[in-house]
T-cell receptor, first 112, second 111 residues
Framework: KAGVTQTPRYLIKTRGQQVTLSCSPI?????VSWYQQTPGQGLQFLFE???????NKGNFPGRFSGRQFSNSRSEMNVSTLELGDSALYLC???????????FGDGTRLSIL | GNSVTQMEGPVTLSEEAFLTINCTYT??????LFWYVQYPGEGLQLLLK?????DKGSNKGFEATYRKETTSFHLEKGSVQVSDSAVYFC??????????FGAGTTVTVRA
């Protein structure tokens, strides 16, 4: 069974640009969550989608947004990039409440 | 709110040594508890989980017991190998899909 797939693996952008990251969940998983990992803040929850609806959102500015498609694939978008947005962005999928979340290998975003 | 506190690293051990990483939590409601492991350049892998008090999660020689009375979920392994070198994260979720993570503990095992 294929795991969670995130593309691209690496991305370099400059301040002010916008970026879109993609996540394909494990087949049959309808919940997709996104996390930001940085050395200073650790792992922080961004948002979670289920059946194309955002059900839960972390404490991030509105520049961070996401969506989920009917096939459960998800994208997250960051607009007006700042240096502090440099991070590893992790996507996770899950079967249901209290079920483990399975993570992809992440997208490493670097802002110059 | 929900939070997880885990012992700070880094932790350096010799092969075959005993490993323990302390984890305590604060949660509203009844959390499920998890340990995840992250190897360099990779995402997080679920190591083990426990969903109710006194449950013991185990996998690959690692164990952790959900202790409600002490709000703890300490990770242990009796004999570590070089391949266990990684960053370990304790995490919880409370009836939702949001995981709250500890800061992570870097473990290095020397041959």
């Amino acid at each position: 069974k294929a795991g969670v797939t995130q593309t691209p693996r690496y991305l370099i952008k400059t301040r002010g640009q916008q970026v879109t990251l993609s996540c394909s969940p494990i087949s049959g998983h309808r919940s997709v969550s996104w996390y930001q990992q940085t050395p200073g803040q650790g792992l922080q929850f961004l948002f979670e989608y289920f059946s194309e609806t955002q059900r839960n959102k972390g404490n991030f500015p509105g520049r961070f947004s996401g969506r989920q498609f009917s096939n459960s694939r998800s994208e997250m978008n960051v607009s007006t990039l700042e240096l502090g947005d440099s991070a590893l962005y992790l996507c996770a999928s899950s079967l249901g409440v209290d079920q483990p979340q399975h993570f992809g290998d992440g997208t490493r975003l670097s802002i110059l | 709110g929900n939070s997880v506190t885990q012992m700070e690293g880094p932790v350096t051990l010799s092969e075959e040594a005993f490993l323990t990483i302390n984890c305590t939590y604060t949660a509203t409601g009844y959390p499920s508890l998890f340990w995840y492991v992250q190897y360099p350049g990779e995402g997080l892998q679920l190591l083990l989980k426990a969903t109710k008090a006194d449950d013991k999660g185990s996998n690959k020689g690692f164990e952790a017991t959900y202790r409600k009375e002490t709000t703890s979920f300490h990770l242990e392994k009796g004999s570590v190998q070089v391949s266990d070198s990684a960053v370990y994260f304790c995490a919880l979720s409370v009836s939702d899909y949001k995981l709250s993570f500890g800061a992570g503990t870097t473990v290095t095992v020397r041959a």
